[in-house]
């Protein structure tokens, strides 16, 4: 497995970490059809879960670009 890969895969799991504190914070506070509330979301948890899946797609983001920087520089030195 190549770093791009690993990296796309990270960026995966951030992405699916992002839509999933999400759709927790958006049903927060939200009803269900029979009138009763749903369960209450820790607001300061699912905004961990935000920044975290921000600084993995950062991190990731930047391990892409390296990936593409070096394989720039070994196709210069193999032409």
């Known amino acids: 497995m190549d770093s791009s890969s690993i990296a796309l895969q990270g960026l995966q799991q951030a992405d699916l970490q992002l839509n999933t504190a999400a759709a927790k914070i958006a049903s927060r506070g939200a009803t269900s059809p029979d009138g009763a509330t749903l369960d209450v979301v820790d607001l300061s948890a699912e905004m961990v879960a935000l920044m975290s899946a921000q600084s ?6 930047a391990t892409l670009k390296t990936v593409n920087e070096m394989q720039k520089s070994l196709l210069d030195l193999k032409a």
């Open 56 to 61: 993995a797609f950062e991190v990731n983001l």
